[in-house]
């Protein structure tokens, strides 16, 4: 495996609320079309399996390990020898409800798990019905560390900048992202990109159900804030894949050294003048 270099697929889709039979079929498919592409790493979008039925949470949501959503990852991350970062699932812990990331290794094995930090109150009411997690999303891969961040923590750049600073060059985004703020969604990949001389790979469902219209527009952004791939609108399910080359990000970081420099001037700051 070359870990300067990196095909990624992102599997943008119509999440239908409540029927996990079917979201699991369309993420099936979509998997082996991933793999026949030759894609090393895919990512789903937020809350694939189940969509925004949160008043259902106690009949949908699933254990981390055994639930169906899970299985089906771990088994076609086997099969088919790529890293998933299975976007999100509704998992239940006990009697409490997360919105929970999964990173499954090559070999099928669940080797992370992130806990949405920031849950959007508004007309989703996610704090309603969801717990906030309480770790940082960064994972060890053949490409380096890797950071998520879920929807919502997009619009945090405190949080993001914590992953960088941890070290992070890939932040993973798996979203539904309505249709009405998609300018936003657009920029704000292409900011934190900038911001930290990242790689962005984010990934949006398509299609509109009772919580809103979801416009797909999927991306991948270089640490330049230039696209890759994505960010047109999108209706039929399908992927978008972008090939990522990491020998790029010492060049970049060298000509401006952001994080260099803000570590220098901080140091030199005299705490009596702050």
Known sequence: MNNQALRAALLQFDVRPGEVQ?????????????????????????????????????????NLRQG?????????????????????????????????????????EIIYKYRKLHLFPNGL??????????????????????????????????????LALRGANTLIVP???????????LLLN???????????????????????KYPGWSVAVDPLGELICGGEEAVAPGILLADLDYSVLPKIRASIPVYDDRLRILDEIDDSQL
């Open 22 to 62: 079917h979201n699991e079929a369309v993420v099936s498919a979509l998997l082996d079309e991933c793999a026949a592409c030759g894609a090393q790493l895919a990512v789903l979008p937020e809350l694939w399996n189940v969509g925004y039925d949160l008043t259902h949470l106690p009949q949908l949501a699933q």
């Open 68 to 108: 169906s959503s899970a299985q089906l990852l771990m088994r076609k991350a086997r099969e088919h020898g790529m890293y998933i970062f299975g976007g999100t699932i509704a998992e239940q812990k006990g009697g409490s409800f997360f919105n929970t990331a999964l990173v499954i290794d090559d070999r099928g």
């Open 125 to 162: 009411k996610e704090p309603d019905y969801f717990k906030p997690g309480d770790e940082w999303g960064l994972v060890e891969t053949p490409w380096g560390l890797f950071g998520l961040a879920v929807c919502y923590d997009l619009r945090f750049p405190a949080a993001i900048q914590n």
């Open 175 to 185: 979203a539904q992202w309505p249709t009405v703020r998609a300018k936003h969604w």
């Open 190 to 212: 292409q900011a934190r990109a900038v911001d930290h001389q990242i790689f962005v790979l984010a990934c949006n469902r398509t299609g509109h159900d009772h919580s809103g």
